[in-house]
């Protein structure tokens, strides 16, 4: 398995920045949003050191799971948890409570998979609630440029991990992950809000 450094996080981050500084005035035409957070600016060794925790077992196992977008409540940026404070969101216990079943018990998760969100970005609206994915304008020129970096840095995990299956998390992140034409078998699932019981669709 390849050095985080090869995962492309530095560049990432930049070019998310980038995004974001070429379109300050757009802003507005987002709906909902009326803010972003990039978790990666001012959490990038965190993000790196996450990904360093790539499990490298066999190919024929591994398993890539991928969620949406952080939560604004957890704004380091990794998936549905917090590890400075050692918390998941609301979302992530039931979420984790159906992996542990799925992979009969946490260790065997920990060995085969790798949980990611598909964009590192936090979208907020003017109370600072959360503005899912979903939500935002897609044709805008922010959100497609945003949105084209996202797909690079997903083929370029799933070049290195080449896992045997991918886990999508919500009906967006799977249409984002199909529209990728990988070839590697998918398996949709609901995204595990606290009013949706998470399972296989």
Same mark, same amino acid.
């Given at each position: ?18 995004? *974001? $500084? &070429? ?6 035409? %987002?709906? @909902? ?6 978790? *990666? ?7 790196? &050191?996450?990904?360093? &925790? ?10 890539? %799971? ?6 604004? =409540? *957890? ?12 918390? %998941? ?10 992996? =542990? ?8 998760? *920990?060995?085969? #998979?790798?949980?990611?969100?598909? #964009? ?12 899912? %994915?979903? $939500? ?25 991990? $080449?896992?045997?299956?991918?886990? #999508? ?6 249409? @984002? ?12 699932? @609901? ?5 949706? &019981?998470?399972?296989?669709?």
């Amino acid at each position: 398995m390849q050095a985080p450094s090869k995962f492309g996080l530095t560049r990432y981050n930049d070019g998310l920045q980038s995004s *974001l $500084q &070429r379109f300050p005035g757009t802003r507005t035409d %987002l709906r @909902r949003c009326t803010e972003i957070w990039n978790p *990666l600016r001012s959490n990038l060794d965190l993000h790196q &050191r996450y990904y360093g &925790r790539m499990p490298s077992s066999d190919e024929k196992s591994r398993t890539l %799971l991928v969620a949406m977008n952080p939560c604004p =409540d *957890l704004p380091l940026g990794i998936p549905f948890y917090c590890p400075e404070k050692n918390l %998941l969101c609301q979302s992530g216990i039931p979420l984790f409570n159906y992996l =542990d079943q799925l992979f009969f018990g946490g260790q065997q998760f *920990l060995d085969q #998979c790798f949980l990611m969100n598909y #964009c590192p970005l936090i979208f907020v609206d003017h109370k600072g609630a959360n503005v899912s %994915l979903g $939500q935002l304008p897609m044709r805008h020129p922010l959100i497609k440029d945003i949105f084209h970096q996202c797909d690079n840095h997903l083929k370029q995990v799933i070049g290195t991990f $080449q896992p045997c299956r991918i886990i #999508c998390i919500g009906d967006f992140a799977y249409k @984002r992950v199909r529209s990728l034409k990988t070839g590697i078998e998918l398996v949709p699932i @609901r995204h595990p809000s606290p009013l949706t &019981r998470c399972r296989v669709s």
